[in-house]
Antibody
């Protein structure tokens, strides 16, 4: 069974940092492009970042570019999102999602981890 | 960046109705268009990928069509479990934008 389990969310002061993790199992993690998507409770989905299978290609939404860094450890089957200089508008539920079956769509999602940037 | 505009933003319908949701892209995205269903408190769930391909396990009452900039998701006969929010998403190039969502409610 494919599973994606996020962790690392929590309450952080504006300007602070947080690292999210997404533990993958049930599929060949190293063969899948991976993504982070966020959602303010009650609002829509917003794509944040993606990383290639080997980790050599990364892309970011303009709103997080220069502040967030996506990475992966294929030996540990884990995806990361390092979030620095957090702002109030980064407050959201963060999902990891994978292109597991075929490229171009997110066929597996985690349940999300909540990040709250507030003083 | 590519913008996706969904319509309507919300829709009231009854069990058994046929409903259509549209998604318009700000530029041509070929067939790189996917649809997701999200129920309250749950993660999104892929319904249709590459415009018209049904994800495994998704009922055949769901269908998708379109190309270039105009796309539709159709549910032929609504069932109680279909009442949720639906999002289109383009995977033509990053940033992989989503539409703003269409909330399908029971009339």
């Amino acid at each position: 069974e494919v599973q994606l389990v996020e962790s690392g969310g929590g309450l952080v002061q504006p300007g602070g940092s947080l690292r999210l993790s997404c533990a993958a199992s049930g599929f060949t993690f190293s063969s899948s492009w991976m993504h982070w998507v966020r959602q303010v409770p009650g609002k829509g989905l917003v794509w944040v970042s993606r990383i290639s299978r080997g980790g050599d290609i990364t892309n970011y939404a303009d709103s997080v570019k220069g502040r967030f860094t996506i990475s992966r450890d294929n030996a540990k089957n884990t995806l990361y999102l390092q979030m620095n200089s957090l702002r109030g508008d980064d407050t959201a539920l963060y999902f990891c999602a994978g292109e597991v079956g075929a490229p171009g769509h997110f066929d597996y999602w985690g349940q999300g981890t909540l990040v709250t940037a507030s003083s | 960046d590519i913008q996706l505009t969904q319509s309507p933003s919300s829709l009231s319908a009854s069990v058994g109705d046929r409903v259509t949701i549209t998604c318009r892209a700000s530029q041509s995205i070929g067939t790189y268009l996917n649809w997701y269903q999200q129920r309250p408190g749950k993660a999104p769930n892929l319904q249709i990928y590459a415009v018209s391909h049904l994800q495994t396990g998704v009922p055949s009452r769901f269908s998708g069509s379109g190309s270039a900039t105009d796309f539709t998701l159709t549910i032929s006969s609504l069932q109680p479990e279909d009442f949720a929010t639906y999002y289109c998403q383009q995977s033509y190039r990053p940033p992989y934008s989503f539409g703003q969502g269409t909330k399908l409610e029971i009339k």
